[in-house]
């Protein structure tokens, strides 16, 4: 059925006229779609040369057609492409029928994220099931009992990558502690369980036995409990403090009067030291100090935050009395504010163009796929970026702190550059104007130390910039 459907796509494309590629053609689709296709099933791991080889012919035209090159010369290329495509589906097939027990373990334990939290036994699982792949000649292996041995690697990434899955995600004891605000109000223990958490996922990244995890990960779970009730304690003894903080919250003090609002983040996780060590006198001054920095944090922010959204746009107002270079400006920000209306973005203008900030960018938990209603969202994105014809974007993705730092770059890097095959995918935008950049962990615009903070640090950032 496979080889079927795409070698129907392929005869289909063969028959189409060559004088429209010039035009962002069928045929441009055609091959893509084609290739996407092919990766779906696996291309790049079962026939990585011939997927490469394929890909960069497709490439290959897309350079000579944006350098309006001949329509021989693109012609070449496509059919170069379809052709290795075509040879290449038939070992496919094939390749998938014998691999099928390790494709299936490689997607469960994608699925738990084990290429992120399950290192050790994924790179093992990867690197053998890339040999095994090079080792096979004339469509028969030598030794089958060399998939299962992969199969057994992928199975214990899987394992070890949902034990990671259950404690970031679902776990009570981290979760109950980030709500109470314990980073700030109990802040030691904490610290401590914090610790013992970070030793918990580097112990299962290098695959350590499940018994010497769950001791560690009981000395955090107490912690954690510890942290969190004596938390409770401190809001019930001094809600005050939490109703201005949260006050600043709402204004966008985090971000719009960073530097008051973390003298403020200071001083209350000082009154949180305090009260560990059960020093009244010493609890309530810092709370006073911090009190004064949350309610300045908030009156600046309440200057400083832009406009997200003007129902009458900005343009039709005095018109008359402005510039002509501010009315084409206004006119730019006015479409971008209307685009938006009613999504959780924040649009801050920059020379020459504006930074979208996206807050409701969610992905599938612990993932790199995008849902549903990201792509919602991203359709909205490239109505924003035909606004600026002549621009470049730039879109960064970013994580919080939590698992081995290369890999969150890796993840970052991932999600960025999915969201830029959408908006390739769905649109008719130049991929030479769009570029994506993982950040990682760099650049967190809040504190990684509870739950609400490092869900703000997951975050994307497009940026489009007028040539």
Same mark, same amino acid.
């Given at each position: 059925?496979?080889?079927?459907?795409i070698?129907?796509?392929?005869?289909?494309?063969?028959?189409?006229?060559?004088?429209?590629?010039?035009?962002?053609?069928?045929?441009?689709d055609?091959?893509?779609i084609s290739?996407?296709?092919?990766?779906?099933?696996?291309?790049?791991?079962?026939?990585?040369?011939?997927f490469?080889?394929a890909k960069?012919?497709?490439?290959?035209?897309?350079?000579l057609?944006? #350098?309006?090159?001949?329509?021989?010369?693109?012609?070449?290329?496509?059919?170069?492409?379809?052709?290795?495509?075509?040879?290449?589906?038939?070992?496919?097939?094939?390749?998938?029928?014998?691999?099928? %027990?390790?494709?299936?373990?490689? =997607?469960?334990?994608?699925?738990n994220n084990? =290429?992120?939290?399950?290192?050790?036994?994924?790179?093992?699982?990867?690197?053998?099931? !890339?040999?095994?792949?090079?080792?096979?000649?004339?469509?028969?292996l030598?030794?089958?009992?060399?998939i299962?041995?992969?199969?057994?690697?992928?199975?214990?990434?899987?394992?070890?990558?949902?034990?990671?899955?259950y404690?970031?995600?679902?776990?009570t %004891?981290?979760?109950?502690?980030?709500?109470?605000? &314990?980073?700030?109000?109990?802040?030691?223990?904490y610290l401590?369980?914090?610790?013992?958490?970070?030793?918990?996922?580097?112990m299962?990244?290098?695959?350590?036995? *499940?018994?010497?995890? #769950?001791?560690?990960?009981?000395?955090?779970e107490?912690?954690?409990?510890?942290? &969190?009730e004596? @938390?409770?304690?401190? !809001?019930e003894?001094?809600p005050?403090?939490?109703?201005?903080?949260?006050? &600043?919250?709402?204004?966008?003090?985090?971000?719009?009067?960073?530097?008051?609002?973390?003298?403020?983040?200071? #001083?209350l996780?000082? &009154?949180g030291?305090?009260?560990?060590?059960?020093?009244?006198?010493?609890v309530n001054?810092?709370?006073?100090?911090?009190?004064?920095?949350?309610?300045?944090?908030?009156?600046?922010?309440?200057?400083?935050? %832009?406009?997200?959204?003007?129902?009458?746009?900005?343009?039709k107002?005095?018109?008359?009395?402005?510039?002509?270079t501010?009315?084409?400006?206004? *006119?730019?920000s006015?479409? $971008?504010?209307?685009?938006?209306?009613?999504?959780?973005?924040?649009?801050?203008?920059?020379?020459?163009?504006?930074?979208?900030?996206?807050g409701?960018?969610?992905?599938?938990p612990?993932?790199?796929?995008?849902?549903?209603?990201?792509?919602?969202?991203?359709?909205?994105?490239?109505y924003?970026?035909? @606004?600026? %014809?002549?621009?470049?974007?730039k879109?960064?993705?970013?994580t919080?702190? $939590?698992?081995?730092?290369?890999?969150?770059?890796e993840l970052?890097?991932?999600?960025?550059?999915?969201?830029?095959?959408?908006?390739?995918k769905?649109?008719?935008?130049?991929?030479?104007?769009?570029?994506? *950049?993982?950040?990682?962990?760099?650049?967190?615009?809040?504190?990684?130390?509870?739950f609400?903070?490092? !869900?703000?640090?997951?975050?994307?950032?497009?940026?489009?910039? !007028?040539?």
């Amino acid at each position: 059925m496979r080889s079927r459907l795409i070698i129907f796509i392929i005869l289909f494309i063969s028959t189409i006229n060559y004088a429209q590629v010039k035009k962002g053609s069928l045929f441009f689709d055609e091959v893509r779609i084609s290739l996407n296709t092919a990766l779906q099933f696996n291309a790049d791991i079962l026939c990585p040369n011939e997927f490469e080889t394929a890909k960069q012919y497709y490439l290959n035209a897309l350079e000579l057609n944006n #350098n309006l090159k001949s329509n021989e010369e693109i012609k070449t290329e496509l059919e170069k492409s379809v052709s290795i495509i075509t040879k290449m589906n038939e070992k496919l097939e094939k390749k998938t029928e014998i691999f099928k %027990p390790i494709l299936n373990a490689r =997607d469960s334990a994608l699925f738990n994220n084990a =290429d992120k939290y399950a290192g050790d036994y994924w790179e093992k699982a990867e690197d053998g099931f !890339k040999d095994l792949v090079e080792e096979l000649q004339d469509n028969d292996l030598s030794d089958p009992a060399q998939i299962y041995e992969i199969v057994k690697y992928y199975n214990l990434a899987s394992k070890y990558g949902a034990e990671a899955n259950y404690i970031l995600s679902g776990w009570t %004891p981290l979760r109950n502690a980030d709500q109470n605000l &314990a980073n700030l109000l109990y802040p030691d223990t904490y610290l401590k369980g914090y610790e013992n958490l970070s030793n918990v996922l580097g112990m299962i990244n290098s695959g350590t036995e *499940i018994t010497e995890i #769950n001791d560690v990960l009981k000395s955090a779970e107490k912690q954690f409990n510890t942290a &969190a009730e004596n @938390s409770f304690t401190f !809001k019930e003894q001094h809600p005050k403090i939490l109703q201005d903080r949260a006050a &600043a919250i709402d204004s966008g003090a985090e971000i719009y009067a960073s530097k008051l609002w973390t003298k403020g983040e200071m #001083n209350l996780e000082e &009154a949180g030291k305090s009260f560990e060590e059960k020093d009244n006198a010493d609890v309530n001054e810092y709370i006073k100090t911090a009190r004064i920095n949350y309610l300045s944090a908030a009156q600046v922010a309440s200057v400083e935050k %832009p406009i997200t959204f003007s129902p009458t746009p900005i343009y039709k107002r005095n018109i008359l009395t402005k510039p002509n270079t501010r009315k084409s400006k206004l *006119i730019i920000s006015g479409n $971008i504010y209307s685009i938006f209306k009613g999504e959780n973005v924040t649009i801050l203008r920059q020379s020459n163009g504006v930074k979208l900030l996206f807050g409701n960018l969610s992905f599938n938990p612990m993932g790199t796929m995008l849902n549903n209603k990201d792509k919602q969202i991203l359709n909205k994105v490239i109505y924003a970026i035909n @606004s600026f %014809p002549k621009s470049n974007v730039k879109i960064y993705s970013f994580t919080d702190n $939590i698992g081995i730092k290369s890999m969150n770059k890796e993840l970052s890097q991932k999600r960025a550059d999915n969201i830029r095959k959408y908006l390739i995918k769905n649109s008719q935008i130049d991929p030479s104007r769009i570029s994506s *950049i993982g950040m990682g962990e760099l650049n967190p615009i809040a504190s990684n130390k509870t739950f609400e903070g490092r !869900k703000k640090n997951n975050r994307i950032e497009i940026v489009i910039k !007028k040539l």
